[in-house]
């Protein structure tokens, strides 16, 4: 089975699981599965090859899951394998995410079946905006309001609100992840990251871990998981092994992460990093540590290689990087595991601030939009956490019956 069945089946476990906790039925659960909308476009760009022009189409598509709460909100992904099974599972993802941190929003995802790296600037620009101009009908400031995912930038961002502002004035708000120079949000970038190290620290806290004497595990060093990197140094935490998609680098008295970050600008990855040994992605999952942060792809977790984990908490920086399967063996050896649908959410929080930023039309500076993020995603640790103490589950179950218990209750109140 590919990674992609089994993500959706360890979905579908999540799911259910909730579904029967929260005792819902037939008809509730059709009804909070179900799309409001799906759209799939054909997007005309014309490329440029051997000097000739051609015109070719690519498959766009947005997926509005739920509106619930507030208006539809998810990123918008470039790339090949972009179809509308998967844009259908995360626009529910964002659902979830947005219920489970209490923002007035609903859950939404877009993409294009492109490989974003085979296009010049010009040729990628036509896409955006064409791929803006063809949904203009259905996203909005206070209908849809799309985000950068993977294979998009604030650049992309930029070129759709240029173009969504040629029929209906300059709207900031129309999306998120924005240029700072556009009305973009200071602290976006490192948002996600951040909020990662904020919530392992929190539940490390309560597991008795001291900083100092934790050694953390990252497996991913991208935005995300050097920016998670960044701020558990910061914290004062041993950062012993990282990895990115050409292996691994260990170093058991700790890295310094400055000098990491250097020798990545310069060199584009960690290989060949000085003080520090090779080790494999696989490997380094594996490495003796108390706090493992998974933040590359998804299903590295399985059953496989879930009796070799030896970590004492597992911060799920990446979407569904443990399966349903490894998930209950994990719980079963008392390894706790902050979820994706809480771990992961800091970007989400940021898009929502500078979402609000947008409207009142005041920007906020970098200290305070962090501050902002960090008190709400404790607010949400800390339901999850109570949650799950008061039904004896682990914390993936409370955050899930939490999520989907918000929508539900928003559903019934408003009589759809």
């Not at 060093?221 to 292996?247: C, E, P, R, W």
Request: hydrophobic share 40%; net charge neutral.
């Amino acid at each position: 089975m590919d990674k992609k069945c089994i993500c959706q089946e360890t979905q579908r476990h999540f799911l259910n699981r909730a579904f029967e906790r929260l005792k819902l039925k037939g008809s509730q659960r059709e009804l909070l599965l179900s799309s409001f909308r799906e759209t799939r476009i054909t997007v005309p760009v014309t490329l440029r090859h051997n000097g000739e022009n051609r015109l070719h189409t690519f498959q766009g598509y947005r997926v509005q899951h739920n509106h619930a709460r507030g208006p539809f909100k998810g990123g918008l992904r470039f790339h090949p394998d972009v179809n509308m099974g998967e844009i259908r599972a995360l626009a529910q993802l964002m659902t979830w995410k947005t219920a489970l941190v209490d923002i007035p929003f609903g859950g939404a995802k877009g993409g294009v079946a492109v490989d974003p790296r085979q296009l010049n600037e010009t040729e990628l620009e036509e896409l955006s905006k064409r791929f803006c101009q063809k949904m203009a009908p259905i996203i909005g400031v206070y209908d849809d309001i799309p985000a950068p995912d993977i294979g998009t930038n604030p650049q992309v961002m930029a070129w759709m609100l240029d173009e969504y502002s040629k029929t209906h004035g300059f709207r900031t708000a129309i999306v998120t992840g924005k240029p700072v120079e556009l009305g973009g949000s200071a602290g976006r970038l490192e948002a996600t990251g951040h909020g990662v190290a904020h919530l392992a620290h929190k539940a490390a806290a309560e597991m008795s871990l001291v900083p100092e004497q934790s050694r953390v595990v990252i497996q991913g060093f991208g935005n995300v998981g050097s920016h998670t990197a960044i701020a558990l140094a910061n914290k004062g935490y041993k950062i012993i092994a990282l990895s990115d998609v050409n292996g691994g680098v260990i170093n058991e008295a700790g890295f310094s992460i400055d000098h990491v970050l250097a020798h990545v600008n310069e060199n584009g990855g960690l290989t060949d990093l000085p003080g520090s040994s090779p080790i494999s992605n696989a490997d380094l999952l594996e490495l003796p540590c108390d706090i493992l942060v998974p933040a590359a792809l998804e299903a590295t977790i399985t059953c496989d290689n879930a009796e070799a984990i030896r970590a004492r908490l597992i911060v799920e920086a990446a979407n569904m990087p443990v399966t349903h399967r490894a998930d209950a063996r994990l719980q079963q050896r008392g390894i706790v595991i902050v979820p994706d649908l809480l771990a992961n959410v800091g970007g989400v929080l940021a898009s929502y601030y500078e979402w609000v930023q947008n409207l009142q039309q005041f920007p906020w500076d970098r200290e305070l939009v962090l501050s902002r993020l960090e008190k709400r995603l404790s607010h949400a640790y800390e339901a999850v956490r109570d949650l799950a103490r008061e039904r004896q589950v682990d914390l993936r179950a409370a955050a899930y019956e939490l999520a989907i218990g918000r929508v539900e209750e928003a559903i019934r109140l408003r009589g759809f």
